[in-house]
C-alpha cells in the first residue's frame, strides 16, 4: 500500500510541476549554468508534449539505421515520380481533348473567352503564338496585340507587335 501512496505522491508533484529530485532544486551558481538548466528543462518539456517525437541524431546513426532512411528516401521518391506521372497522364488527356473542344466552341462567344483567359495568362511569346491560332477570334488577337505593343513601347520598341501578329491565311475555308 505504502508503494502507491509514493506513486500517487509523485503523481500529484508531476502534475503541479514541482521538482522531484534534489539535484532540481539547487539553485545554478552562474549564467551559464541557468541557460543550461532552461535548455534542459525544455527538452523534457518538448519530449512530454503529447505526440512529439526525439530528434534524430543524423550524426550517431547504425548502419542498418542508414539502410532504413535510404529505403524511406527511396519511398519518398518513388510516390513523387509516380505523382508526377499521373499529373503528365491527366494533362496529355486534356491535351487530346483540346481540339475537338476548339472546334466545338468556334464562333461562339464562350470562344472568344476561353482563348482571352489563354492569353492573358500567357507569356508575351505563347500570347503571339496564340494570336496566330487560326481559331483565335479576331478581337482576342487585337487585345494580345495592344499588350505587346503597351510592353514594347515600355521597352521603346513601338509598331513590332502588329507586324509580329500577322493572322493566319484562311482564304482555303471559304
Not at 503528365?88 to 466545338?104: M, P
Not at 478581337?139 to 514594347?152: L, N, P
Request: glycine share 4%.
Amino acid at each position: 500500500m505504502r508503494k502507491r501512496e509514493k506513486v500517487r505522491e509523485f503523481d500529484f508533484r508531476a502534475q503541479r510541476d514541482e521538482p522531484t529530485s534534489s539535484s532540481a532544486t539547487k539553485k545554478p551558481r552562474d549564467r551559464r549554468a541557468a541557460d543550461a538548466a532552461k535548455t534542459a528543462r525544455k527538452g523534457l518539456d518538448y519530449m512530454a508534449q503529447k505526440n512529439r517525437h526525439p530528434v534524430i541524431d543524423w550524426n550517431r546513426m547504425t548502419d542498418r539505421q542508414r539502410q532504413m532512411k535510404a529505403r524511406a528516401e527511396n519511398l519518398t521518391a518513388q510516390i513523387a515520380l509516380d505523382q508526377h506521372r499521373e499529373h503528365d497522364r491527366a494533362n496529355k488527356a486534356l491535351f487530346a481533348s483540346l481540339e475537338s473542344v476548339l472546334a466545338r466552341l468556334a464562333g461562339t462567344p464562350k470562344a472568344e473567352e476561353f482563348f482571352r483567359l489563354f492569353s492573358e495568362t500567357a507569356t508575351q511569346a505563347n500570347a503571339k503564338r496564340i494570336a496566330n491560332h487560326p481559331d483565335c477570334p479576331d478581337v482576342v488577337r487585337d487585345e494580345i496585340a495592344q499588350r505587346i505593343e503597351k510592353t514594347g513601347a515600355t521597352n521603346g520598341k513601338e509598331g513590332v507587335a502588329r507586324a509580329a501578329l500577322g493572322k493566319p491565311d484562311n482564304a482555303s475555308e471559304g
